[in-house]
């Protein structure tokens, strides 16, 4: 089992910056890929980011050149930097884990979640 504990959400003003880290109980080793989704009130998780190594990320287009995923074997952690915020970026953020092969956008395609932090964006 893997447990996954999200923080660095908050308030932020537009076009701020907050980071994300996302710690996890096992070695992330055993992981292949990791990632970020996030659900605005009334909507639909959405993935955000992801990532296998630093040569294999992937974003989804509102947050290409703004947002950075990366991960740290060493401290079994992933995190996203988020530059120049917009009110739209305002929801809850939650990582994600996945042991098959590959970054996928669809949620079900992870087998762990963590709880959530939220992110406030005002204008």
């Known amino acids: 089992q893997v447990q996954l504990v999200e923080s660095g959400g908050g308030l932020v003003q537009a076009g701020g910056s907050l980071r994300l880290s996302c710690a996890a109980s096992v070695s992330i080793f055993s992981i292949n890929a990791m990632a970020w989704f996030r659900q605005a009130p009334g909507k639909e998780r959405e993935f955000v980011a992801g990532i296998r190594s630093s040569a294999n990320r992937y974003y989804t287009d509102s947050v290409k050149g703004r947002f950075t995923i990366s991960r740290d074997n060493t401290k079994n952690t992933v995190y996203l930097q988020m530059n120049s915020l917009k009110p739209e970026d305002t929801a809850d953020y939650y990582c994600?884990?996945?042991?098959?092969?590959?970054?996928?956008?669809?949620?079900?395609?992870?087998?762990?979640w963590g709880q959530g932090t939220q992110v406030t964006v005002s204008s």
């Open positions: 994600a884990a996945s042991r098959k092969l590959g970054i996928a956008t669809e949620s079900t395609a992870y087998d762990y």
